[in-house]
């Protein structure tokens, strides 16, 4: 069954969108590498560089009807990077708040007329500090 879940951008304007609750994809990562450094004396030397984790979440976002290619554009234009917005995917008590960074569209069904009237769009939104909004 298909529920109503909201995108947020930049604590403004709303976009609603369709979410299949049986997909919901979260990604952690950090570390520790070690970096050369430059001129050292006496054999090789190296500095430690501790990446902070950052989560990932990934969600299919399902679009009907005959203004699914703006609702999709829409979105997309949310990858434009000379102007970072904040978005919160928000879903029942799930509340996300992070920056999109990548997005995969499937049209899957056309009018007569060649328009997509049934799309999906696999967003990725990586996690921000509530501090940076």
């Known amino acids: 069954m298909m529920t109503k879940a909201v995108l947020r951008i930049n604590n403004n304007s709303i976009i609603k969108v369709q979410y299949n609750p049986s997909s919901l994809h979260f990604s952690c990562a950090s570390g520790v590498f070690l970096q050369k450094k430059a001129g050292g004396i006496g054999g090789e030397q190296y500095k430690q560089i501790t990446v902070k984790g950052n989560t990932e979440l990934r969600v299919t976002l399902v679009f009907e ?38 997005a995969n569209v499937i049209y899957k069904m056309f009018h007569p007329l060649g328009y997509p009237i049934r799309g999906e769009i696999g967003l990725t939104i990586r996690q921000v500090e509530i501090g940076g909004l």
Do not use: A, Y
């Open 65 to 102: 009807g005959d203004k699914v290619q703006t609702q999709i554009k829409e979105i997309l234009s949310l990858l434009d990077k000379r102007k970072v917005e904040t978005v919160t995917f928000q879903w029942g008590t799930i509340s996300f708040c992070g920056e999109v960074t990548g």
